[in-house]
């Protein structure tokens, strides 16, 4: 979550924490609005993780090249105004293989794993583009499939042209990809969109209680929260 002249810019980041958690969210928003610092948190096993999840998408990008495919890759992290139109030239080249394509629609924007040319025609011709995201877990989540809905909109309007599938390659499968029809998930994908980008639309922050849930292992907050949750335990009436 990023603040842009007033404006709230989002990513798959923040649409799956939401679904996980609107403290969360509340949390980021404050730290946007510069009412509270930005959580700080390094654990090793999450290092760890991510390292894995680089490998195994080195690995894939590897396993695309030695297949003989067009690969490019766009560099940096960020998705300014140059990663976009850097990824927007490939695709009217039509190159195979984009990796780390930088996608932007809106109030939205990200890195896509991998950009695959299809033949399905759009704006460039007679060629489209289909999302696919490396995961180190062997279960694709609900947050994986909404992040997959997420770029996969974003492609549509640079493209011209909603993809019909979007895929995740995981560990052990020899790089087969598992597929998923868009259109399944498209009202679920829908319903997170707009609670996100309502609570996220000009709102200072309401007040949250940090309630326990899966995400956080995982979350930066994590240590805050359990000091609050310590210091102001929920108390139930009757
Ligand atoms: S640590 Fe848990 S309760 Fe706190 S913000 Fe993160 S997900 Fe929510």
């Not at 000009?202 to 929260?225: F, I, L, M």
């Amino acid at each position: 979550m990023r603040k842009i002249h007033d404006q709230v810019l989002l990513s798959a980041t923040d649409l799956i924490g939401h679904i996980n958690c609107g403290h969360l969210t509340n949390l980021d928003i404050q730290v946007i609005n510069g009412t509270l610092a930005k959580p700080s948190r390094w654990d090793p096993l999450l290092e760890i993780l991510r390292e894995r999840g680089f490998r195994h998408e080195q690995a894939f990008i590897d396993y695309l090249r030695s297949s003989g495919l067009d690969v490019i890759a766009i560099e940096g992290v960020d998705n300014a105004g140059a990663s976009v139109k850097e990824t927007l030239d490939a695709m009217k080249a039509g190159r195979e293989i984009i990796v780390q394509g930088s996608l932007r629609s809106g109030r939205w924007a990200g890195r896509a794993d991998i950009l695959r040319r299809v033949s399905t025609p759009s704006v460039f011709g007679g060629w489209s583009y289909e999302v696919t995201d490396t995961k180190l877990a062997r279960e694709t989540k609900g947050g994986t499939v909404l992040q997959l809905c997420l770029y996969s909109e974003m492609l549509a309007a640079m493209q011209q042209h909603q993809p019909d599938f979007a895929h995740v390659v995981a560990p052990w499968t020899k790089f087969v990809p598992h597929s998923y029809r868009m259109a399944d998930f498209a009202a679920y994908f829908r319903k997170a969109k707009a609670a996100v980008e309502r609570v996220t639309e000009g709102q200072p922050g309401r007040d949250t209680y940090p309630e326990p849930n899966d995400h956080c292992d995982v979350c930066r907050w994590s240590d805050s929260c359990d000091k609050r949750k310590r210091e102001f335990p929920r108390t139930f009436c009757c």
